[in-house]
């Protein structure tokens, strides 16, 4: 049996300054202009493309449609910035998927406090402020878009504090503000309460021995 391709087309999976992934396409005449100045894991901006519909051959995400770029389009490289998170693929084939399993890159942690907050425009965000096993702080801006998704965060799943809990988030959106390191969640995060990793063991280990020792110097 023949194996079909479309060889007059470009596709190009890309991911936005919000974490968001979207296709475009460079086809036909463009081809060769779209792929001399597209180079992998650089930034640009563009202008001047359409919004076409994608066919069910074409889809590789959930999104509707996807950008087509051509000659007339306006292509401006930018330089490095964390403004623009860069993402890294392993593509597998279905048959990998069992071996690759589902294990996403997480930041455990207890949570010691927790905090509602508020942009400069009255937009709701919660601050978590969580202790990895080393002690350390990492501090995570949950933001609105992302809060309201029950499947995503589910605040009344929360143990109150002062009880001890323990957190795995994934997929943060790491940035710099007041030359500190940040995270922020990103579309793809979810929040694991008490989930059943090894770290939960031991974070709440490390930090019931580190209760037990405060109670005995106080």
């Known amino acids: 049996m023949e194996e079909r391709y479309r060889r007059y087309e470009t596709w190009y ?3 936005d300054r919000f974490g968001d992934a979207i296709q475009i396409l ?3 005449t463009s ?3 779209i792929e001399s100045v597209f180079k992998l894991f650089d930034c640009y901006t563009i202008s001047e493309y359409s919004c076409p519909e ?3 051959h074409q889809k590789v995400l959930e999104n509707d449609i996807y ?3 051509g000659l007339i389009s306006v292509i401006k490289p930018l330089p490095d910035t964390m403004t623009i998170p860069k993402h890294w693929f392993q593509f597998v084939t279905k048959s990998h998927l069992i071996e ?3 294990k996403p890159p997480y930041y455990p942690g207890v949570l010691p406090k927790i905090k509602d907050c508020r942009k400069q425009n009255d937009e709701p965000y919660v601050f978590l402020f969580l202790t990895d096993s080393s002690g350390n702080e990492l501090p995570i801006n949950l933001w609105n878009e992302f809060i309201i998704v029950p499947t995503k965060f589910n605040r009344d799943l929360l143990i109150p504090l002062p009880a001890i809990t323990v957190l795995a988030v994934t997929n ?3 940035s710099i503000s007041a030359g500190a390191l940040r995270h922020g969640s990103s579309p793809a995060t979810h929040v694991y309460i008490n989930p059943e990793i090894p770290e939960t063991a031991t974070l709440l280990d490390m930090y019931d021995a580190f209760l037990i020792y405060n109670h005995q110097i106080s």
Request: proline share 0%; hydrophobic share 45%.
């Open 26 to 28: 460079g086809q036909r």
């Open 172 to 174: 943060l959106k790491a």
């Open 54 to 56: 994608l066919d069910r």
């Open 13 to 15: 999976l890309v991911v």
């Open 100 to 102: 690759l399993g589902e």
């Open 67 to 69: 950008i087509e770029v």
């Open 31 to 33: 081809q060769d202009y």
